[in-house]
C-alpha cells in the first residue's frame, strides 16, 4: 500500500520559472516530510525537509509547503535552472520510526 | 566526514546465477542500514533495513536477502536471480540525530538480469 504519492510522474518547465511538485500522504502518523533529487545512475540526495510543526520551510531557492488536514506537501523551485532537472522523490516517516516511505518520484525537465 | 560505498555500479547477470552486492561506510558509528530498489518507472521500494550487526529486517517477500556482518557493512544477496530482479539497488545509511531521519544514499548498482 502506498503511503506517499507523487500522481505527477513528470512535470515540464521553463527555465526561470517556477516549478512545483506535489505530494498526498494517507498516514496521519507521518510527522516529518523530506524531498529528495536524484540524477540519472546516482543515489537520491537530501534536498529540504518540514517538520508536522511547521506548515513552510525555505533553503534558498526551494520551499516546502505542508497542509496537514489535506495530507499534502508541495516543493517550489523558484527561480527553476537546467541544473535542476531530475528526478524528485518526497518521503515521510512517522515519529519515533526510521524507516522512510517514499513516494514514486516526479521527473522534472527544465527547458532552455 | 561521512561517507557510504557502493559497488559495483554495473552488474550484468544470466538467470539463476548469484547476487552479492556490498555496501560500507565510513565515519560513523552503529548506522542504520537500508537496501532500496528502483525498478524500472516506480519509486523507491525498501527491501532490508539493519539497526545492528546480524539485525535484519524485511520488507518485502522477496528472492533476496541481506546480512550485516560488520556495524558498517550491509550485504545484498540472492541464490538465484530473477528476470525481475533488475532493477537499480541503492543502499543508504541513517543515525537518529534529533528530528533528522534522512538518510544518505550510495551512488547505486544498476542490475540486469538476462
Known amino acids: 500500500d502506498q503511503q506517499v504519492k507523487q500522481n505527477s510522474p513528470s512535470l515540464s518547465v521553463q527555465e526561470g520559472r517556477i516549478s512545483i511538485l506535489n505530494c498526498d500522504y494517507t498516514n496521519s502518523m507521518f510527522d516529518y516530510f523530506l524531498w529528495y533529487k536524484k540524477y540519472p545512475a546516482e543515489g537520491p540526495t537530501f534536498l529540504i525537509s518540514i517538520s508536522s510543526i511547521k506548515d513552510k520551510n525555505e533553503d534558498g531557492r526551494f520551499t516546502v509547503f505542508l497542509n496537514k488536514s489535506a495530507k499534502h506537501l508541495s516543493l517550489h523551485i523558484v527561480p527553476s535552472q537546467p541544473g535542476d532537472s531530475a528526478v524528485y522523490f518526497c518521503a515521510a516517516s512517522v515519529v519515533d520510526d526510521y524507516k522512510l516511505s517514499f513516494g514514486a518520484g516526479t521527473t522534472v525537465t527544465v527547458r532552455a | 566526514s561521512q561517507t557510504i560505498h557502493q559497488w559495483p555500479a554495473t552488474l550484468v547477470q544470466p538467470v539463476g546465477s548469484p547476487l552479492s552486492l556490498e555496501c560500507t561506510v565510513e565515519?560513523?558509528?552503529?548506522?542504520?542500514l537500508y537496501w532500496y530498489r528502483q525498478a524500472a518507472g516506480r519509486g523507491l521500494q525498501l527491501l532490508f533495513y539493519s539497526v545492528g550487526i546480524g539485525q535484519i529486517s524485511s520488507e518485502v517477500p522477496q528472492n533476496l536477502s541481506a546480512s550485516r556482518p560488520q556495524d558498517r557493512q550491509f550485504i545484498l544477496s540472492s541464490k538465484k536471480l530473477l528476470l525481475s530482479d533488475s532493477g537499480f539497488y541503492l543502499c543508504?545509511?541513517?543515525?537518529?540525530?534529533?528530528?533528522?531521519?534522512?538518510?544518505?544514499f550510495g551512488s547505486g548498482t544498476r542490475l540486469t538480469v538476462v
Open positions: 565515519g560513523t558509528s552503529n548506522p542504520n
Open positions: 543508504a545509511w541513517s543515525v537518529m540525530a534529533g528530528r533528522n531521519y534522512g538518510y544518505t
